[in-house]
């Protein structure tokens, strides 16, 4: 009994060690789950995959009822939106605004952790006659959150479109358009008003795509560019090593070219399409798993931007599910991360990742580039030919004798080849594709003392590295002794200092 009650206190210690760093770091990354989609799962599903990929924010489109009532007691933070075509209504209405407030976030809290209310989406930009019911929307759902004493828990705010800032570089030049600052002064003065934060949608598939060539690639993806090539803002000499943080800044330094100062800016929509038309051939999963990868890393390190370093960035990826109900191109059909049956669209973690222990690798621990089973030999054989010569692969430890050696299972050799490719040029383009006969992920190929680039431990059998709860059964058959329990102090304050 004694052990028992001892393993579980180390436990619950550690869970409130974990828990605290987390939250001290500040920085999230959550997930938008879109309303254009015609085969919804049920919202016990979709909460299903939020847990299970340990996702602890959501931005909802719209305000369902089911969806607050499944996320309800998970303790996901949810932010709750007023869709473009009810803008209207409550920017018009106080008791309409009240009404919306009282039906579709009152109702629901304290058990659903509603967070905060995004009023519209790229109202200025997308639906600009209704430019002039915006900031009343926000007064009056604000007026309505203070008579439901939900000021303090639940803040107020419209994602803005990169649009809105017409030239945004170099970052220290970048101002709204003109046309709105009138309504743009309004708006950030409510923000610091009620202490609500700057929403920006900042998508660099656009900035990249749209700027036709302007822009390396490697520059969007947060992948290592050229030292010649950086771009520098001429006027502070911050150097962006990527689009995400200019982007940012270039909101920053709109703000304050309207004086207004010290409103933080979540990015509310970020990410990029895995499947695009034959016209957008950046569109592919290895660019959305790469600009989506580099985008969590870069996020929860909080290192901030050259603008405001330190200052967290949390961020929405866009999106868990493809809105195939879109109209468009392909591409705006394919931002998704997991089906609607549950099968992932590629592999992605949204907890803290580390670069592979390997000096040779790029590549994130916990992803694996491997051979498609399915695959035809002799496709797999080319596919290995081409990554063990002139991909330049590292292939010594798949030759006869040595630890990854299978004579008789070319997928197995295929998979170390390929893996090994993938981890040493990921960074600078490298993709993981070989004519078709390859695929990303997160589970670890290693065994035995064959080692796959991107594993995380000498046993090979652990994923990608994470600050996650550490439950009670890691810990059931330890005893409770003085030096023990002398380690889990040491522990807790080396988190606490």
Known sequence: MMQSRCSTAIALLLLWLSISNNNASG?????????????????????SVLQAKNITHVRLFNADHQMLTALAHTGIEVMVSVPNDQLLRVGQSRSDSADWVNKNVAAFVPSTNITSIAVGNEVLTAL??????????????????????????????????????????????????????????????FLKNTGSVFMLNAQPYYGYTNGRGIFPLEYALFRSVNPNTQNVDPNTDHVYTNMFDAM????????????VSGIPVVVTQT??????????????????????????????????????????????????????????????????????????TYSLTFERLALSNNAGSTGPVGMFCVANSSASVSALKQGLDWACGPGSANCSAIQPGQPCYQS???VAVASYAYNNYYHKTQASGGTC?????????????????????????????????????????????????????????????????
């Not at 920085?27 to 909460?47: D, E, Q, R, W």
């Not at 479109?161 to 708006?187: G, R």
């Not at 866009?318 to 468009?328: A, P, R």
């Not at 705006?332 to 049956?341: A, M, R, S, Y």
């Open 248 to 259: 940012v800044d270039a909101a920053y330094y709109s703000m304050q070219a309207l004086n």
């Open 27 to 47: 920085a999230f990354v959550g997930i938008n789950i879109g309303t254009g989609v015609s085969n919804l799962p049920p919202s016990s599903g979709i909460v």
């Open 408 to 410: 008789d299972n070319i």
């Open 128 to 189: 600009p006659n209704a430019a002039l019911v915006l900031i009343p929307a926000l007064q009056f759902l604000q007026a309505a959150l203070l008579a439901a004493n939900l000021n303090s828990q639940v803040k107020i705010s419209t994602p803005t479109s990169m649009d809105l800032i017409p030239k945004p570089f170099p970052p220290s030049t970048a101002q709204f358009n003109s046309t709105w600052n009138q309504i743009m002064s309004q708006y950030l003065q």
């Open 433 to 497: 594709n070989f004519n078709n006969t390859a695929m990303l992920t997160t589970t670890d190929p290693s065994y035995g003392s064959c080692i796959f680039e991107g594993s995380s431990g000498a046993t090979g059998s652990t994923g990608a590295t994470a600050l996650g709860p550490v439950g009670p059964d890691n810990f059931a058959a330890t005893k409770c002794h003085a030096s023990t329990s002398l380690y889990i102090i040491t522990l807790a304050l080396l988190f606490l200092v």
């Open 271 to 344: 990410g990029w399409p895995w499947l695009g038309g034959s016209n957008e051939p950046d569109a592919n999963v290895d660019n959305a798993l790469a600009y989506n990868t580099n985008l969590i890393r870069h996020v929860l390190n909080n290192s901030g931007t050259p603008n405001q370093p330190g200052v967290q960035v949390s961020t929405y990826i866009y999106e868990l599910f493809n809105e195939d109900l879109h109209i468009g191109p392909l591409s705006e059909k394919n931002w998704g991360i997991v089906f609607p049956n549950g099968t992932t």
